[in-house]
């Protein structure tokens, strides 16, 4: 387990060699936002701003970057999940 930023204004622990998924897209003030979830453990989300990818770890970027076209095609792009996730993952423990 790693501790890494998670987007949603705090810090996680995430599996170190997940296998990784796009959950969901969204769009918010120009800018689009990437949850992914990180599959082996549950209830493991990050959210990444398009714009930030360079800042990521290799292995999220070269994940990502592979998904670029269907990222941008909005293809994941589901507001309703995201904003599910993002109550989820900013609710006061």
Avoid: W
């Avoid at 705090?10 to 949850?35: A, M, W």
């Avoid at 493991?44 to 930030?52: K, P």
């Avoid at 360079?54 to 995201?82: H, K, M, P, R, S």
């Amino acid at each position: 387990m790693v501790l890494k930023r998670d987007g949603f204004g705090g810090s996680r622990y995430y599996p170190e060699n997940s296998e990784l998924s796009i959950l969901c897209t969204y769009k918010d003030q120009g800018h689009t936002f990437v949850i992914i979830q990180y599959l082996d453990l549950p209830f493991s989300y990050r959210l990444i701003n398009r714009d930030g990818l360079f800042l990521l770890e290799e292995e999220l970027l070269n994940f990502l970057c592979n998904q670029l076209d269907e990222i941008d095609a909005g293809i994941y792009e589901d507001v309703t999940l995201a904003k599910e996730i993002t109550e989820l993952m900013t609710r006061p423990k």
